[in-house]
């Protein structure tokens, strides 16, 4: 089990703002960076899977990228939408052991106000 | 709809009672994993199964009794709980088992122990 921090916790934007959240985890016995989006009373749906340092990954409006070298992410959302409020879950796994499942951060927990 | 259904939506039971949660993937995947969200905790892993074999069981206690008849059927059966075991049980698949393959989840049961 890899240690996982999400910051912030929870976060209230305005319709239209752009906002970033971040991930750190253990950058030794990487494999693997996944990012999940949460919507109240649905399933929980990923994003977007990461796995080399530098990695940029964009779908719409959302992007991410991925330092493995010091063992950070950042999810940025760029004019956010009331639609957008939901967790964002962000879950690395390592490369061996029991650490190739992924461990899940506590998410960040996001708002938009319109 | 993620391919993924889990019943029942809703439980609440009894410590003395036994019940079944019940998964079931049509994507054709050979992974199907159990996790438990707790109020205020991450995501937990309580078990993996690869081509019906248990590959991961992360410390559950035996109240805690998966099953897995086929790769698209998982089943967790349940006795002699305790209302701190109370909490949200996500199914999910994958194509394989671990490191950086996608989840795909349900909507989960949210089991009330009383």
């Known amino acids: 089990?890899?240690?996982?921090?999400?910051?912030?916790?929870?976060?209230?934007?305005?319709?239209?703002?752009?906002?970033?959240f971040t991930c750190s985890f253990p950058s030794s016995n990487f494999y693997a960076l996944h990012?999940?989006?949460?919507?109240?009373?649905?399933?929980?749906?990923?994003?977007f899977v990461m796995t080399l340092n530098g990695d940029e990954k964009k779908k719409g409006r959302i992007s991410a990228?991925?330092?493995t070298k010091e063992?950070?992410?950042?999810?940025?959302?760029?004019?956010?939408?009331?639609?957008?409020?939901?967790?964002?879950?962000?879950?690395?796994?390592?490369?061996?052991?029991?650490?190739?499942?992924?461990?899940?951060?506590?998410?960040?927990?996001?708002?938009?106000?319109? | 709809e993620t391919g993924v259904t889990q019943t029942?939506?809703?439980?609440?039971?009894?410590?003395?009672?036994?019940?079944?949660?019940?998964?079931?993937?049509?994507?054709?995947?050979?992974?199907?994993?159990?996790?438990?969200q707790s109020a205020k905790k991450p995501l937990e892993l309580m078990f993996v199964y690869s081509l019906e074999e248990r590959v991961e069981n992360n410390s559950v206690p035996s109240r805690f009794s998966p099953e897995c008849p086929n790769s698209s059927h998982l089943f967790l059966h349940l006795h002699t709980l305790q209302p701190e075991d109370s909490?949200?049980?996500?199914?999910?698949?994958?194509?394989?088992?671990?490191?950086?393959?996608?989840l795909f989840f349900g909507s989960g049961t949210q089991l009330s122990v009383l």
């Open chain 2, 8 to 36: 029942p939506r809703h439980l609440v039971m009894g410590m003395t009672n036994k019940k079944s949660l019940k998964c079931e993937q049509h994507l054709g995947h050979n992974a199907m994993y159990w996790y438990k």
């Open chain 1, 65 to 67: 990228t991925l330092n």
């Open chain 2, 87 to 102: 909490a949200l049980y996500l199914c999910a698949s994958s194509r394989q088992a671990g490191r950086g393959e996608k």
């Open chain 1, 35 to 47: 990012w999940y989006r949460w919507e109240t009373a649905k399933s929980p749906e990923a994003l």
């Open chain 1, 71 to 114: 063992g950070y992410s950042y999810l940025y959302i760029k004019g956010s939408q009331p639609e957008d409020s939901a967790t964002y879950l962000c879950a690395p796994s390592g490369s061996s052991g029991s650490a190739r499942q992924l461990t899940f951060g506590s998410g960040t927990q996001l708002t938009v106000l319109p």
């Open chain 1, 1 to 20: 089990i890899l240690n996982v921090e999400q910051s912030p916790q929870s976060l209230h934007v305005q319709e239209g703002d752009s906002t970033n």
